[in-house]
Every structure is written in C-alpha cells, then in structure tokens.
C-alpha cells in the first residue's frame, strides 16, 4: 500500500492570496481524485486526474498531474472564504473504487 | 447536498458495547462504501457493498460488519467497541455500471465512545 502525503498539513491565508497544496506518493498513481470537506460535511469530489501532465481547470481551482504520475497539486488564485475546508487527495488502489485518502491540507481563508 | 443521508448525526456509547449506524444512499446507487475518519486524518476505507455483497474490505477487524438492504440502504455494525473507533463514520454511495465511479458522502455520524 503506498502512502499519500499532503503538504502543508495547516494553511491559513488572507482572503484574495494565491496558494498551491500537493499531493505525493512513492508509487505510480492509476488516477487521483481530489475533495473538499467542509465542517459538518462528506468530502465532496473536485476533481479526477488521470494522465500525466494533466492540467485540469474549475473555476479558481487548478489542478495538475504529475509527468510521471506520482505527484499532484491544486491551485487556487485569488482565495475566498468559501474555499475554506479539508482539501483531500485520494486514489482508488484496487480498481474497485476503494478510496485510500491522504491526510488532507486545512485551509482556512480569512476575509 | 449529495443525496446520501446518515444517523444518528452524533452518538456517544461506552466501551465495550455495540453499535449500529445507517445510511440511506442516493437513489438508484447499487454500491455503498464506508469510511472511518479519525480526527485530523483523511478518511479510511472500511468495506464496500454491492448488490448485498461485501465487495472489498480495508484493515479493519471483523468487529466491524455492515448489510445493505434491497432498497440500497445500509448500516454499519461494531460490535465490543474500543476508544479508538471514536472517529466520524462516512458512507459514500455510487453507481456500478462498468465505468469511472463517482462516490456520493454523506455528512457523517460523529461517534464517541467513552
């Protein structure tokens, strides 16, 4: 089983920053979704990448594929309040839509 | 709003008994995933259900069993419970037809045992 490694675990900026999270693994990815769980909530799907070196867009949010596939990151410019969450990664290691999560980066945006 | 509903919201039992939670998933969805969430960490496969059959099982003791129902609902059991399965307990429903899945959360029972 391969570890997924999110950095920084912590993130509290001001409100119209820029930040970028990663996600790391010591093994190839087959694809990786990323999620957003707020307080109170399910982590909601944002995201999946699946080839290297994709580049995937949502609104203020973009995220990108590593070459070789054992690397991700998500993007936010211009950061608002309601970006404020656990930002997830996640994998699906057996094929059978078996999610194995990272620990999460929290995010908080302060207005 | 996901669709997938779960009780209780919260919940306190004491170590050593047993609990029950459900989950209710979104219309349709034949497979159900549950996931535990300690505090501070990412959320942990526990099993998936599909179609009333246990369809993979994460690294979980056997104190831990679910159902799903015909009407795709389901629960999860744990049996002789210790401090450590205080945690936020997730189900995720979807939709098994052959290709990418997308998993539906739900907001989650709180637990804690004491």
């Known amino acids: 089983t391969q570890l997924l490694e999110q950095s920084p675990q912590f993130l509290s900026i001001q409100e119209g920053e820029n930040l970028t999270v990663y996600c790391n693994s010591s093994?190839?990815?087959?694809?990786l979704q990323w999620y957003r769980q707020e307080p109170g909530e399910g982590p909601v799907l944002l995201v999946t990448?699946?080839?290297?070196?994709e580049v995937k867009k949502l609104k203020r949010l973009t995220f990108q594929f590593g070459d070789a596939r054992k690397d991700s990151s998500l993007h936010i410019t211009a950061a608002q309040p309601g970006d404020t969450g656990l930002y997830l990664c996640?994998?699906?290691?057996?094929?059978?839509?078996?999610?194995?999560f990272g620990t999460g980066t929290r995010l908080t945006v302060i207005p | 709003e996901t669709g997938v509903t779960q009780s209780p919201t919260h919940l306190i039992k004491t170590r050593g008994q047993q609990v029950t939670l459900r989950c209710s998933s979104q219309s349709g969805h034949n497979t159900v995933s549950w996931y535990q969430q300690a505090l501070g960490q990412g959320p942990q496969f526990i099993f998936q259900y599909y179609r009333e059959e246990e369809n993979g099982r994460g690294n979980f003791p056997p104190r831990f069993s679910g159902l799903q129902f015909p009407n795709y609902s389901s629960e999860l059991n744990v049996n002789a419970l210790e401090l450590d399965d205080s945690a936020l307990y997730l189900c995720a429903s979807s939709l098994r037809t052959g290709g990418r899945e997308t998993q539906y959360f739900g907001p989650g029972t709180r637990l804690l045992v004491l």
């Open positions: 990448v699946v080839t290297g070196g």
């Open positions: 093994s190839v990815f087959s694809s």
């Open positions: 996640a994998e699906d290691q057996t094929g059978a839509n078996n999610l194995f």
